[in-house]
């Protein structure tokens, strides 16, 4: 039955409202990337930008020395180390560990599952002091390996439980027979399990990416030059007590929000799998 | 099929969660409450120093960049490695890093070697103070990074706010020339402009719940005549030119002559504004000037004069103390190679060349007419105002305390409370506070 | 999925995945072996050395008064830290802003979120780039998204103030962050802004996943479809809505990126939030001590509401636990 047209036309209404006030800061910070100073404190404001300068963007991908757009540039390469290295490791170590735990039975199991939930849901704030004295205690303050430290503890228990609920529903008999067919334990979890639980995989490398490359609080305590700062530190940064250049707010944030957009669009059906408990539907 | 003997085997997972229960105890009765605690040492006088300091206040990072070239060069086995944060990030990755002895060189602000000094922090550095600098520094200088007479740092980038007028906007309103002397010749002046329709809101401050709003209060109340403490050191501002100073906060606000979003300016809103032509007087430190005749930022280079802060009733007219210091970090191992940093970086001969980013700490400058001559209009407000100066309180809590007055200051100047009630409460809650 | 998977089901007669047995009825004859054990070992070692030892610490030092990064004397000092706070009035201010932070938040994101989520899942022609757009301000980065809004809601120069004048809607620029309620009011504008998406492509799964048979017969029943909204649909999306409801709250708890974007916690600490005052006293004011009691009363807080979050779970769409 075709829904009839006036419900067609308040529906396509209703998506277009929606993605205007969805793109409308977007789209502002976009012009106001290009914008000079001088337009940015204009009144009446000016939208389109008189002159468009790309004065910015060229700043922070050739500028040198120690001015601010250069530290943005190294804040990116800090960032995508920092998050690719979390992403690998945290998934290894979650795939191998869910597995076990799928396979294991012990008594404390369902408790310990539920220790690996809980710890991502802790508070950073909580864990703030006595980390930021260990990791000086192992000389990892403002360094890349501490963070990537710090980000995989925080985020392989939950990876851990997701992937242990998918690997938990799957027959046992599935394993064993992959076994008879001649696979090692591990071969089996390569071949069968993981690509039916590729849904819970991709959730997985989704928030281990989206943690690693959004956490601000443990990055601003933990690292304070351009050796190890990650991009929200750098950004927080650009607001100097004298000077805030917005359109360099805007333009270093539209770069550092490219790679988790296209990583959202992509994987933007596996997203909700992982926080409804490890089971996606569809 | 059970192995009869398996019970005397610990299983797997016995060995997991003993293994980390012994683990857990030793760490814990390993580690004291906050963990190592280094003591400082001298050093070799050689090799890496870190530093730390502001990014884009009074001495530019290219400024300092300038000056630690220079200082390599003429060290060459010492290099530095310098960090710049914003202001408001500089207390807490201070005491966030001095756990670890992170850094060995740190800039501080003049509220902050009471703190840092009970805490261990910062490192007494009386004893390296060569003997004449106590008469070659100004007095503002001095005091900066003093408490209960040992030194914990040296002054650097004096700084107090001066008064910025748009002496165009002013002309159009048909206000006299010239500098105006008393804070009731700026409301006169802000009058005409708001009456003359030159501009909406003459007047801008950095009104927003941060120590820049204290720095103003205390510029404020030391024209009014108050004081921030009495001599017993328990707080008076809620009595006389205290009050008065806060209620005419409040009422520059209530008659539509201050900006009302000043409570949420920071100084470089102010400038913003001022450069803008959106405000025709305002305060605000040593660096505003020169921005305000960069054309690539400022509608209005070449209208901008500067003087000193006018005066209250009281006939004072007392600049706040804005200046920083550098300290050494009790827990650098370098403290030997830090002194040499600080004295190249405090030494008259770099101060002298960014006379207009910041003042210089010596008195001898200000006689030199080449210094005085790149900032000739703030020199000689400067000249005026440094010998009259007001600080906020020298104690180990002050940052607690700070934060305790900045929100009734913030109550009264959103109108939430009576100026005396805020100050009052104010009062109650800082006192706990001040012992320390 | 892997054909070895399709080959096994075929020739051994496995069941497929998805239709397996409940947990319970499976029968494990094998004890566990090393390679197990060795698996799941960096786990461990991870989730105990970072998260577990320094949350053992974090109440330690809670025992204690801490009152320097550096201190070299630190007295026993019991339950004092926990009574300061439960005695100290800006404790409870930013307790009741957090929860006001929470529910209003919350709220909108959940009616949002629905809105969306319907039109998610309704005809739509480019369906396609409207989900694309809808996940644009979730993956956005916290710090951009706060250094966004704090630009566009700026007093003097903001985007907003200038659309809304242009258009002659307000007469002239508005101090949005200014007062401390209205500042509070932008934090949760901010947050509903960027979180709404997620909401709703999780309501989205819990939509689709109801047979739409049911909707015929109740249109056959006479039901219009704002009838069969409120009978039909709500109730079958209890589970999710009730998820969401919890996981926001626990987010809710620990919001602290915005605030130090956008506000700072001002104006007048009008937006200090519990995590962002236990920021403030433990690093701007030094006090250690009660800065640890504090975070332990967040986590408390939070693992009371896991607890729920759990249950909720169980109750809802799936367990294996």
């Known amino acids: 039955m075709t829904p009839s047209l006036r419900y067609r036309v308040f529906i396509h209404a209703s998506a277009l409202l929606v993605s205007v006030v969805i793109l409308a800061p977007f789209a502002w910070m976009v012009l106001a990337s290009v914008s000079t100073p001088g337009d940015l404190i204009a009144r009446p404001y000016h939208w389109w930008p008189q002159d468009a300068t790309l004065s910015r963007y060229s700043a922070i991908v050739h500028g040198s020395g120690t001015d601010v757009a250069s530290a943005f540039r190294q804040s990116i390469v800090n960032s995508t180390i920092v998050a690719g290295a ?43 002091i006595p980390l930021y004295l260990m990791l000086s205690a ?29 690997f938990l529903t799957l027959p046992a008999e599935l394993e064993e027979a992959a076994r008879v067919d001649g696979c090692s334990r591990l071969g089996a979890l390569w071949r069968v399990m993981l690509p039916i639980a590729r849904p819970g995989l991709f959730a997985t490398i989704m928030f281990a990416f989206l943690l690693a ?8 305590i933990f690292t304070s030059t351009g050796a ?14 004298y000077d805030t250049d917005f359109g360099l707010v805007a333009s270093g944030g539209l770069i550092a929000s490219v790679p988790p957009v296209l990583l959202a669009i992509a994987f933007q059906r596996y997203v909700v799998g992982g926080l409804a408990g490890g089971a996606v539907k569809g | 099929m059970i192995d009869p003997s398996a019970h005397l085997i610990p299983t797997r997972r016995q060995v997991l969660l003993g293994g980390m229960g012994a683990a857990s105890a030793a760490l814990l009765a390993a580690c004291s409450v906050t963990g190592n605690s280094s003591k400082g040492s001298g050093g070799s006088g050689k090799g890496t120093l870190q530093a730390l300091f502001m990014q884009q206040a009074g001495y530019s990072t290219d400024d300092v960049n300038a000056m630690l070239g220079r200082f390599h060069s003429a060290n060459p086995d010492i290099t530095v490695k310098p960090t710049f944060v914003t202001y408001e990030a500089l207390h807490n990755k201070i005491v966030t890093a001095a756990a670890a002895g992170a850094y060995d060189v740190v800039l501080i602000d003049v509220i902050w070697p009471a703190e840092f000094a009970t805490t261990s922090i910062v490192a007494d550095v009386s004893s390296r103070y060569p003997g004449d600098w106590k008469t070659a520094m100004l007095g503002g200088a001095l005091a900066t990074a003093e408490y209960q007479d040992k030194f914990y740092g040296v002054g650097w980038g004096m700084d107090t706010k001066f008064f910025y007028r748009n002496s165009q906007q002013l002309k159009q309103a048909g206000v006299a020339d010239g500098p105006l002397e008393t804070w009731d010749d700026v409301l006169a002046a802000a009058r005409a402009l708001k009456s003359k329709g030159v501009v909406k809101f003459p007047l801008a401050w950095s009104w927003s719940q941060a120590e820049a709003l204290m720095c103003d209060y205390t510029q404020l109340l030391g024209a009014f005549g108050g004081t921030f403490l009495y001599d017993s050191g328990k707080l008076a501002i809620n009595t006389g030119g205290g009050v008065a100073a806060l209620q005419w906060m409040r009422q520059t606000i209530v008659d539509g002559l201050t900006n009302p979003a000043s409570t949420t300016f920071l100084e470089a809103d102010v400038q913003k504004t001022m450069n803008e032509g959106q405000a025709a007087m305002g305060l605000n430190w040593t660096y505003y000037l020169a921005t305000s005749k960069d054309t690539t930022q400022s509608k209005v280079a070449g209208q901008i004069e500067v003087q000193q802060t006018p005066a209250g009733p009281s006939g004072k007219r007392p600049g706040v103390n804005g200046a920083m210091a550098l300290s050494i970090s009790s827990g650098s191992k370098n403290q030997d190679a830090a002194w040499k940093l600080i004295e190249h970086l405090t030494s008259e001969q770099e101060l002298d060349k960014y006379a207009s980013s910041a003042l210089p700490i010596w008195k001898d400058s200000y006689t030199k007419p080449d210094v005085v001559a790149s900032a000739p209009a703030t020199f000689d407000a400067a000249k005026a105002q440094l010998d009259d100066m007001i600080l906020r309180p020298g104690v180990k809590n002050y940052n607690a305390i700070s934060q305790a007055i900045q929100v009734e200051l913030q109550n009264a100047l959103l109108g939430k409370k009576p100026a005396q009630q805020a100050l009052d409460d104010a009062v109650k809650t800082a006192t706990p506070l001040m012992q320390g | 999925m892997a054909d070895l998977a399709q080959d096994l089901v075929t020739t051994h007669g496995v069941s497929p995945p998805g239709s397996a047995p409940p947990p319970t009825q499976r029968k494990w004859t094998r004890r566990p072996g090393w390679t197990a054990t060795l698996m799941l070992l960096p786990a461990a070692v991870v989730v105990f050395g970072v998260v577990v030892y320094p949350m053992l610490r974090t109440l330690l030092i809670s025992f204690f008064e801490v009152n320097s990064a550096v201190a070299t004397s630190t007295p026993f000092v019991g339950l004092r830290n926990y009574a300061d706070i439960l005695a100290d009035r800006a404790f409870w201010s930013s307790v009741g802003r957090t929860l006001y932070f929470t529910v209003v938040s919350t709220g909108l994101e959940l009616t949002f979120g629905m809105a969306i989520a319907l039109l998610l899942n309704a005809p739509l022609r480019l369906r396609w780039l409207f989900r694309a757009i809808v996940v644009l301000p979730w993956a956005l980065p916290t710090v951009v998204n706060g250094a966004m809004w704090r630009g566009v809601l700026n007093a003097q120069y903001g985007s907003l103030n200038a659309l809304l004048t242009q258009l002659h809607v307000l007469p ?57 909204f409120w009978s039909l649909t709500l109730p079958l999306l209890l589970p999710s809505v009730s998820i969401v409801l919890i996981l926001r709250t626990i987010d809710a708890f620990k919001v602290f990126d915005l605030v130090y974007v956008l506000t700072g916690g001002g104006p007048a600490n009008g937006t200090q939030t519990i995590a962002f005052f236990t920021y403030a006293q433990a690093f701007s004011n030094q006090r250690f001590g009660f800065g640890s009691a504090l975070a332990d009363v967040i986590v408390a807080c939070i693992l009371v509401l896991s607890a729920i979050y759990l249950r909720a779970l169980r109750r809802g769409e799936m367990s294996v636990l």
Request: glycine share 6%; aromatic share 14%; proline share 5%.
């Open chain 3, 172 to 228: 002239d620029y508005h101090s949005w962050l200014g007062t401390p309620f209205s500042a509070l009011n932008m934090l949760v504008i901010a947050d509903v802004w960027k979180t709404t998406p997620l909401v709703a492509f999780f309501l989205l799964s819990g939509l689709q996943s109801i047979a739409p048979d049911i909707y015929e017969s109740a249109r056959v029943d006479g039901a219009g479809p704002v009838r069969s």
């Open chain 1, 213 to 220: 490359w959004d956490e601000f609080l443990y990055a601003l």
């Open chain 1, 228 to 241: 190890a700062k990650t991009i929200p530190v750098a950004i927080a940064d650009f607001s100097g007590r």
């Open chain 1, 138 to 166: 192992l000389g990892l303050i403002n360094t890349k390996l501490g963070l990537i430290v710090v980000y995989c503890a925080y985020v392989t228990p939950f990876v851990l439980w997701i992937l242990a609920n998918y």
């Open chain 1, 86 to 128: 979390t992403v690998v490791i945290s998934t290894v170590v979650g795939v191998l560990g869910g597995y076990a735990f799928a396979m294991l039975r012990f008594r404390f199991r369902r408790v310990t599952l539920l220790v690996f939930l809980v710890t991502y849901m802790l508070p950073p704030i909580a864990l703030l």
